[in-house]
């Protein structure tokens, strides 16, 4: 099993940053890619960005000019550093780890694994 534990959620106001971090655990040899996913109330999950083990990034274009994606495999951690934030960006933040068969990412079924997710809250 491998466990995932997001952190780094909050309040801020319009246009600030927050850096959000995933720390994984267990049997991480069995991830190839880590991705960041949010969802609103009412709507459906919605892919941010993802990493691979390779270094190699990939972002939904909401988010690829404000968002960046990067690891520090020695803490073995993932970030989603999030700037310009605005109101509509508010919603639980959520990482995932899958393995190297993601063909699409936005596949929210083809990850193996979830965080139990972490509010941010943009406000006006």
């Known amino acids: 099993q491998v466990q995932l534990t997001e952190s780094g959620g909050g309040l801020v106001q319009t246009g600030g940053s927050l850096r959000l971090s995933c720390a994984a655990s267990?049997?991480?040899?069995?991830?190839?890619?880590i991705g960041w996913f949010r969802q609103s109330p009412g709507k459906v999950r919605e892919w941010l960005a993802s990493?691979?083990?390779?270094?190699?990034?990939n972002y939904a274009e909401a988010v690829k000019d404000r968002f960046t994606i990067s690891r520090d495999n020695e803490k073995k951690t993932v970030y989603l550093q999030m700037n310009s934030l605005k109101p509509e960006d508010t919603a639980a933040y959520y990482c995932?780890?899958?393995?190297?068969?993601?063909?699409?990412?936005?596949?929210?079924?083809?990850?193996?694994?979830w965080g139990q997710g972490i509010q941010v809250t943009v406000s006006s």
């Open positions: 995932a780890a899958g393995s190297n068969q993601i063909i699409n990412p936005r596949v929210t079924g083809d990850w193996l694994y």
């Open positions: 990493i691979n083990n390779a270094g190699d990034t």
């Open positions: 267990g049997r991480i040899s069995r991830i190839d890619v």
